[in-house]
């Protein structure tokens, strides 16, 4: 087990996916100064049930079984005077127990899941990589800079349902999926659905 620092989110974040994050509660501004000190990352850990922002008198959110490590590869003052950040997905972690400092931020004791390793786009899923890619065109996509691995049909999947406009519990069943012909047919499926994303 591994201790980390968590950042519980209403959002999922997958492996290879980026997210920007806007930071105000003091916990979080810590965290964020800690991580680039240190170069170091947390863990993106799912709402289940609760609120992201800490309010008086309510108890922690409940929390995913499941989390992705996330690090900070772009930070910068927003026009609101706000913190921005953009967070890139790593491992996938399985989140044992938590614990809350004085200052609230919440500590997770996690288990690190074993990479997955590549595996090529077969030629049946080269419609899912042409969607990838014309989404890559996109300026939001291009602002957060992804550089997914085309030759990875894991990688292909995870970005492409991160950017994707779906419900966050579906893409927290997709995150769980440790088999990639499921995972792609899942995502085949989300696309037929949503009918307009296409190459």
Same mark, same amino acid.
């Given at each position: ?7 519980? !989110? ?5 492996? +290879?996916? $980026?997210?920007? #994050?806007?930071?105000?509660?003091? /916990?979080?501004?810590? =965290? &964020? ?49 706000? !913190? ?5 997905? +790593?491992? $996938?972690?399985? #989140?044992?127990?938590?614990?809350? /400092?004085?200052?609230? =931020? &919440? ?93």
């Amino acid at each position: 087990m591994t201790e980390i620092p968590l950042f519980p !989110l209403s959002s999922v974040l997958f492996p +290879g996916g $980026r997210m920007p #994050l806007q930071i105000f509660e003091q /916990r979080y501004l810590d =965290l &964020v100064r800690n991580c680039l000190k240190q170069d170091s990352g947390f863990g993106l850990v799912w709402i289940t049930q609760g609120a992201e922002v800490a309010q008086p008198g309510v108890g922690q959110p409940s929390l995913g079984d499941l989390g992705t490590y996330a690090r900070i590869v772009d930070w910068d003052s927003l026009p609101n005077g706000l !913190l921005g950040i953009t967070i890139e997905g +790593g491992q $996938r972690f399985r #989140l044992d127990s938590t614990s809350v /400092r004085d200052d609230g =931020l &919440v500590l997770g004791q996690v288990e690190m899941e074993p990479e997955r390793p590549a595996q090529a786009v077969a030629e049946r899923w080269q419609s899912l990589l042409d969607v990838l890619t014309s989404l890559e065109q996109h300026p939001h996509v291009q602002r957060l800079g992804i550089r997914a691995d085309h030759a990875d049909a894991w990688q292909v999947g995870s970005v492409l349902v991160q950017l994707l406009p779906v419900q966050e519990d579906l893409k927290y069943e997709m995150l769980q999926m440790q088999e990639l012909e499921p995972f792609l047919q899942r995502l085949d499926q989300l696309l037929d659905q949503l009918g307009g994303f296409t190459a």
